[in-house]
């Protein structure tokens, strides 16, 4: 008996000592109500993504998996929703009512595999902003994986969208100075490899190599997010007390208003050199020259359901 307690005894304390290092690939916690999974590098990175407001309450626990392409957007569109200073469900009504209506009166969506709810909504509302472009016929592939070259694209097209161009053009022309395999790289995404790798977005898998072909997770998803995030408020910040990028709206493309002394990335997305408090911009209210925050007109509600001139 004494010797069978001894062996009870040796197997719980080999266990007691192995389990820090069968787990030191990642860190277990409980944050808000949710309890996550995520490597060590990741943990701070992703308790700032997820204070800041990147994170839906619709991934899985386990962050260290592949991101799916619906769940890529909807962190692109909490990104864009920050940029703009606005909460989520604010900035998809508001978007959702800038989205194109059949001739039922409906919202037409953008794929035809995404169903008729908030999924179907965030692809729409991504493919408008210019972030996906899907897989062709139609299709986006919703649960489907990305690769680490596809993320970097929408990254820098998710900047884009938000007024916070990223000097990509041409600059994949000096990819192999930054990773040793450039040459795997397909060349529709060494631009966009080049200047998130430029602003330390997004970096590589060891040994000098980019991986553009690896699986991306949603770990990963949430940190180049937050440094995007933390790039632009580092390098586009308010100057002279003039509003920053993220108070700006996406959709004004044409304005024509009275927008004095904007900078470049005060402006709306589409009016690059637009130097003013963009003042009565096309049709979307613009809080006048005190330097308020910019806002559409369009009012708020729950998304995928109020704020459009379409049916939901």
Not at 63 to 87: E, G, K
Not at 289 to 299: D, L, M, N, Y
Request: net charge neutral.
């Amino acid at each position: 008996m004494m010797k069978v307690c001894r062996r009870i005894f040796l197997v719980l304390l080999v266990a007691v000592l192995l389990t820090p290092a069968a787990f030191a690939s990642y860190r277990h916690w409980n944050h808000g109500n949710h309890s996550h999974q995520c490597s060590d590098w990741a943990k701070a990175e992703i308790l700032q993504a997820e204070e800041l407001g990147l994170l839906s309450s619709s991934l899985p626990e386990d962050y260290r998996s592949p991101i799916t392409r619906i769940d890529f957007c909807r962190m692109a569109l909490c990104y864009a929703a920050i940029q703009s200073d606005l909460d989520y469900a604010t900035f998809c009504a508001q978007a959702q009512a800038k989205l194109p209506c059949g001739a039922d009166g409906k919202v037409r969506y953008a794929f035809t595999d995404c169903g008729n709810g908030e999924d179907a909504l965030t692809a729409t509302i991504a493919k408008e902003l210019g972030i996906v472009n899907g897989k062709g016929t139609g299709t986006f592939d919703p649960q489907g994986s990305i690769t680490r070259q596809e993320a970097a694209v929408m990254l820098t097209r998710a900047s884009k969208a938000t007024g916070n161009s990223l000097s990509e053009a041409g600059a994949g022309a000096a990819l192999s100075g930054y990773f040793t395999d450039s040459n795997t790289v397909a060349s529709w995404a060494k631009d966009s490899i080049a200047a998130v790798a430029n602003i330390k977005v997004m970096n590589g898998v060891g040994n000098g190599a980019f991986g553009p072909h690896g699986s991306y997770s949603i770990e990963q998803s949430a940190a180049t997010f937050l440094r995007l995030c933390r790039h632009h408020e580092t390098h586009h910040g308010e100057t002279n007390n003039t509003v920053p990028s993220y108070h700006c709206p996406y959709g004004t493309p044409n304005c024509t208003g009275n927008c004095n002394g904007c900078i470049g990335y005060d402006c709306p997305y589409g009016t690059p050199n637009c130097i003013g408090n963009c003042n009565g911009c096309n049709g979307y209210y613009q809080n006048g020259s005190t330097g308020g925050s910019h806002h559409w007109s369009t009012g708020g509600g729950n998304y995928g359901h109020h704020g459009s001139h379409c049916s939901p």
